[in-house]
């Protein structure tokens, strides 16, 4: 529809803006949703959109991918503390929009950006659910996800099965050697791209993975938010916190957990990865270092 009205540059920019956009409203959303105050809501979405190296943001395929992890988590959020009714249409909307992204977006980030959720909302279930944590309770974060799936799976079977009808006449028919998979990973000294804009490029130290790059404004605000953890954790095992002040130090050390997942997913030779590339569909992926790429969001 786009390009009916609009040239090739002008057409790309507005499908550009109109991704970003939507990055913008579902990260001050989600903030929102889960207790963070306005202007750092606000924060959110624009330092996310500046993590990324412009090859990765000006590709309609990839940024039209990224609003999902802020939106999952704004739609798990809402369905958890409605009724019935609502639960349902908060489901419904997650799965049209995961089902979006299958259908328009980079297949190998929407898997990822689903598996990052569902490890945070599993850890949610863990540490901050006020409900009881029991098998019934369990069943509703299951069931919550499972719907969502289900629902996107079917808006994107147009997609879905148009790959599964051509994957048995390319090289991926029986999936990738890992050593193809993690042709791209992070090492010790790509660290130094968390302290630099990302176009700068370091010789014999890093070779410039960009997915790696979260800037510096991220890094310090996680570093930031793990020290807050860490100052607060003896005075929670001596009793002394809020609840407020406990709940908060409970989401900080999930969205901690969830980052350190997707940086050690990102190294050569990681258990994880090595785990996770003989499963299917994860087999048929290339570039481990996309793992990071997602978890960019939740630094």
Same mark, same amino acid.
């Given at each position: 529809?786009?390009?009916?009205?609009?040239?090739?540059?002008?057409? #790309?920019?507005?499908?550009? %803006? &109109?991704?970003? @956009? +939507?990055? =913008? /409203? !579902?990260?001050?959303?989600?903030?929102?949703?889960?207790?963070?105050?306005?202007?750092?809501?606000?924060?959110?979405?624009?330092?996310?959109?500046?993590?990324?190296?412009?090859?990765?943001?000006?590709?309609?395929? #990839?940024?039209?991918?990224? %609003? &999902?992890?802020? @939106? +999952?988590? =704004? /739609? !798990?959020?809402?369905?958890?503390?409605?009724?019935?009714?609502?639960?349902?249409?908060?489901?419904?909307?997650?799965?049209?929009?995961?089902?979006?992204?299958?259908?328009?977006?980079?297949?190998?980030?929407?898997?990822?950006?689903?598996?990052? %959720?569902?490890?945070?909302?599993?850890?949610?279930?863990?540490?901050?659910?006020?409900?009881?944590?029991?098998?019934?309770?369990?069943?509703?974060?299951?069931?919550?996800?499972?719907?969502?799936?289900?629902?996107?799976?079917?808006?994107?079977?147009?997609?879905?099965?148009?790959?599964?009808?051509?994957?048995?006449?390319?090289?991926?028919?029986?999936?990738?050697?890992?050593?193809?998979?993690?042709?791209?990973?992070?090492?010790?000294?790509?660290?130094?791209?968390?302290?630099?804009?990302?176009?700068?490029?370091?010789?014999?130290?890093?070779?410039?993975?960009?997915?790696?790059?979260?800037?510096?404004?991220?890094?310090?605000?996680?570093?930031?938010?793990?020290?807050?953890?860490?100052?607060?954790?003896?005075?929670?095992?001596?009793?002394?916190?809020?609840?407020?002040?406990?709940?908060?130090?409970?989401?900080?050390?999930?969205?901690?957990?969830?980052?350190?997942?997707?940086?050690?997913?990102?190294?050569?030779?990681?258990?994880?990865?090595?785990?996770?590339?003989?499963?299917?569909?994860?087999?048929?992926?290339?570039?481990?270092?996309?793992?990071?790429?997602?978890?960019?969001?939740?630094?």
């Amino acid at each position: 529809m786009i390009f009916n009205f609009f040239d090739g540059i002008n057409g #790309l920019h507005l499908r550009l %803006f &109109l991704d970003y @956009f +939507l990055v =913008l /409203v !579902f990260s001050y959303l989600a903030g929102r949703a889960y207790g963070i105050s306005r202007i750092a809501s606000s924060i959110i979405g624009m330092a996310y959109l500046s993590s990324f190296h412009i090859i990765y943001i000006s590709n309609p395929i #990839l940024a039209n991918t990224i %609003f &999902l992890s802020p @939106f +999952l988590l =704004l /739609v !798990f959020r809402k369905a958890l503390h409605v009724g019935m009714v609502k639960r349902f249409l908060w489901i419904a909307f997650g799965g049209i929009g995961f089902g979006w992204a299958l259908l328009s977006g980079n297949a190998q980030i929407t898997v990822y950006i689903l598996s990052l %959720f569902t490890l945070f909302a599993a850890l949610y279930f863990l540490l901050i659910w006020e409900g009881k944590k029991n098998l019934r309770g369990a069943a509703v974060f299951a069931v919550i996800i499972a719907s969502i799936v289900i629902i996107g799976v079917l808006v994107g079977l147009p997609q879905i099965l148009a790959s599964a009808k051509h994957t048995p006449l390319t090289a991926r028919s029986g999936g990738l050697p890992y050593e193809i998979t993690a042709g791209r990973n992070i090492g010790p000294w790509d660290f130094i791209l968390f302290l630099f804009p990302n176009y700068l490029y370091f010789p014999y130290l890093s070779e410039g993975r960009y997915a790696m790059y979260i800037g510096a404004f991220m890094f310090f605000m996680a570093l930031a938010a793990l020290a807050f953890a860490a100052s607060r954790l003896k005075l929670f095992f001596r009793g002394n916190l809020s609840s407020e002040e406990i709940d908060k130090l409970k989401l900080v050390t999930i969205f901690a957990c969830v980052s350190i997942f997707a940086l050690i997913d990102s190294f050569w030779k990681s258990p994880i990865s090595y785990v996770l590339k003989h499963l299917p569909v994860f087999k048929f992926f290339r570039y481990i270092d996309r793992w990071m790429f997602v978890g960019t969001f939740y630094w």
